[in-house]
C-alpha cells in the first residue's frame, strides 16, 4: 500500500510561483510512475503532468508546458511539481498519483492505483 500526502498549496496572485510536494510512504517509489492532476471547480479531473520511475522521462499536459515542471527525489520518496506564471484559470484541487509501473504516458488517469487527498491551488487575477 501506497500513501500519497500532498503539500504546498495556497492562494497566489497571478504570475506567482509555487511548488508543491508529494511525500508518498508504505513503499518505496522508485519503480512507480508518478502523475499531477487536477480538478478545477465544475470541471472533471484533468492530467498534468508525469514523471518516470527514475525521473528521466517528462510528460505535460499543453495548458502547462513550459510553465510547470515536475520532478521527483526517490531518496526522499517525494515528488513535486513546480508552477511558475500562474493564471486564474489553473485555480484547482491538485492531485498526485501513482501507478505501479516505471513507465508514463499523458493521461492514464486510471492506470494510478494510488492518490493522494489533494491540496488546492488558488490563483486571483
Known amino acids: 500500500q501506497v500513501r500519497l500526502v500532498e503539500s504546498g498549496g495556497g492562494l497566489v496572485q497571478a504570475g506567482d510561483s509555487l511548488r508543491l510536494s508529494c511525500a508518498a510512504s508504505g513503499r518505496t517509489l522508485s519503480g512507480y510512475g508518478l502523475g499531477w492532476f487536477r480538478q478545477g471547480p465544475g470541471k472533471e479531473r484533468e492530467f498534468v503532468a508525469a514523471?518516470?520511475?527514475?525521473?528521466?522521462?517528462?510528460l505535460y499536459a499543453d495548458v502547462v508546458k513550459g510553465r510547470f515542471t515536475i520532478s521527483r527525489d526517490n531518496t526522499k520518496n517525494t515528488g513535486y511539481l513546480q508552477m511558475n506564471s500562474l493564471k486564474p484559470e489553473d485555480t484547482a484541487v491538485y492531485y498526485c498519483?501513482?501507478?505501479?509501473?516505471?513507465?508514463?504516458?499523458?493521461?492514464?488517469?486510471?492506470?494510478?492505483?494510488?492518490w493522494g487527498q489533494g491540496t488546492q491551488v488558488t490563483v486571483s487575477s
Open positions: 514523471i518516470s520511475g527514475g525521473g528521466i522521462n517528462t
Open positions: 498519483a501513482a501507478r505501479p509501473r516505471s513507465s508514463i504516458r499523458v493521461g492514464g488517469e486510471r492506470t494510478y492505483d494510488y
